[in-house]
């Protein structure tokens, strides 16, 4: 009677054969992943800066101008936060860019831009 030896692991093939398969599936899913990560992106900035307009036209209402300035993570007391009273909840993903100035014959323009490091948004009241 011949003694028969079962092993307890994987060829080296099988091993390849797995390995093969997830290099596969990571190469399909990464893009994927990333678009799907940038829409996610795009639509958060453009609902802030939406947001964001909406806060600048109460401002304009009280005081007859839109309010310039910047805000990010680390800017806590900036103009924009403070005049408008408005403080995002984004966790500081997002920098927000305020212009305001004069067209035309009318006083008022506004160009917000809400970007991070993975998409960039921009709300636009031209007058």
Do not use: Q
């Not at 028969?4 to 060829?11: A, E, P, Q, V």
């Not at 067209?103 to 991070?116: A, D, M, N, P, Q």
Request: charged fraction near 15%.
């Amino acid at each position: 009677m011949r003694n028969i030896r079962h092993s307890k692991g994987f060829t080296i093939i099988e091993l390849l054969v797995v390995i093969g398969i997830l290099g596969v599936l990571t190469t399909i899913a990464l893009p994927a992943y990333r678009g799907y990560i940038d829409a996610s992106c795009l639509s958060t900035a453009n609902i802030n800066a939406n947001t964001l307009r909406a806060f600048e036209e109460n401002y304009l209402i009280e005081n007859g101008s839109y309010l310039s300035g910047t805000h990010n993570k680390t800017d806590t007391t900036s103009a924009l936060t403070t005049g408008l009273h408005w403080n995002p909840d984004d966790d500081g993903r997002y920098k927000y860019v305020v212009a305001a100035g004069s067209t035309g014959s009318l006083t008022t323009s506004l160009k917000i831009t809400v970007s991070s490091a993975n998409c960039t948004a921009d709300a636009i009241d031209g007058n």
